[in-house]
């Protein structure tokens, strides 16, 4: 048996946009492919958008470690003519085309990865086949992060395609964060302090951060009536409980800083905070999260066009270009939309405020 290190080697990293082109790739070339990667970096939710990517909606999403080999297809003896049959067990696709996940197939004891081995190399489980026009797409942590797991068979990892994922704080802000509400204020933590979006596992059984963990934070902090005098204390300790107390006392840092300069206040009222006295990771941090609570406004944001501007004024030349590139460019789905509203705000404007946002778009 080789280990998980051994198997991967050299094999350069890829991000989920890179790793999304490539699993599509695979697929149609007919092959079946394994994603390597540390717990919460987002290897179950790609395999879910690779089925949306290419069109299939029928998806099977196997627990391999939880299932036994009896479990995808029961023998049941037929005494009228003194022989076994095989029933299909049901959760197994009859029809195509379909997507076939097996989830954490590396947690499983080698006796479960057999029906995969044969499901993945034959099409079939037993006597039963499954559709020709099936995708297969494993699972599974590396053994640097949970020395628990087992081992795959070398004629198992045979055939796969590996692709190992890596963190970028910056893609799952414009893909995945953007499409599932992330909170503003992770997305923009993120983006200032990309070293805390993926922690190492820890040697001692504590919370760490994740794109997973920040997901679960961002579903507490939304809750939090933004009007309370204390959401950025709670904000800090609802942190320490999923992302662990490095990535969490350094969230509660940047909470501080988002109470000085308060993103309603600058874009409602046009209060401008003293940008001066920022760090520059905090600047761009604030910078990110102003421009998401503009987006956030739609079109009223119109109605404060100035206050929108005189902030952008503000901000130092290269961060004026990261203000308008997160507020027209983050996200996906309502682009278009986004820089219709843009173009009202300058026609708000005066000459020489349009030529400055204009030059700051062309920078970037």
């Keep these: 048996m080789s280990t998980i290190s051994e198997v991967l080697g050299d094999i350069p990293t890829r991000s989920h946009a890179e790793a999304m082109e490539d699993i599509q790739l695979w697929w149609r070339a007919g092959r079946a492919v394994f994603l390597w990667g540390p717990p919460g970096i987002g290897k179950s939710t790609l395999c879910r958008q690779a089925a949306a990517m290419a069109g299939i909606e029928q998806v099977c999403e196997i627990d391999t470690p939880q299932l036994q080999p009896y479990d995808y297809a029961l023998a049941v003896p037929d005494h009228t003519v003194e022989r076994v049959k095989l029933y299909k067990s049901g ?9 076939v996940i097996f989830e954490e197939l590396n947690r499983a004891k080698h006796y479960q990865q057999i029906p995969a081995l044969q499901i993945i190399l034959d099409n079939r489980i037993g006597p039963l086949k499954l559709p020709k026009d099936c995708n297969y797409i494993a699972s599974g942590n590396r053994d640097i992060d949970d020395p628990g797991v087992v081992p795959l068979g070398a004629a198992l990892l045979n055939r796969f395609a590996h692709i190992e994922i890596r963190a970028d704080a910056e893609q799952w802000a ?15 933590f993120n983006l200032a302090y ?69 993103a309603e206040a600058v874009l409602h009222h046009g209060k401008l905070p003293n940008l001066d006295d920022l760090e520059r990771s905090n ?3 604030v910078t990110v999260s102003v421009a998401l609570r503009a987006q956030s406004m739609g079109e009223k944001l119109v109605q404060h066009a100035q206050n929108f501007y005189a902030f952008f004024d503000a901000l130092p030349g290269d961060f004026k270009t990261t203000f308008l590139f997160f507020y027209v460019q ?35």
């Design 91 to 99: 959760f197994l696709p009859e029809v195509g085309p379909a997507v």
């Design 174 to 188: 414009n893909n995945f964060a953007a499409t599932n509400g992330i909170h503003e204020s992770i997305v923009s």
């Design 194 to 262: 990309p070293q805390y979006h993926l922690e190492k596992v820890p040697e001692t059984q504590r919370p760490f951060a994740t794109p997973r963990s920040w997901h679960f934070l961002s579903d507490a902090v939304s809750l939090i009536d933004p009007l309370d005098p204390n959401r950025f204390t709670r904000m800090g300790e609802l942190a320490q409980q999923v992302v662990g107390p490095t990535a969490a006392s350094a969230y509660a840092a940047y909470m501080k800083t988002l109470s000085i300069v308060d």
């Design 283 to 285: 600047l761009y941090g």
């Design 330 to 364: 983050y996200g996906t789905g309502n682009r278009g939309q986004k820089y219709l509203i843009y173009r009202k705000i300058k026609e708000m404007l005066t000459p020489e405020q349009k030529q400055k946002m204009d030059r700051a778009i062309d920078v970037g």
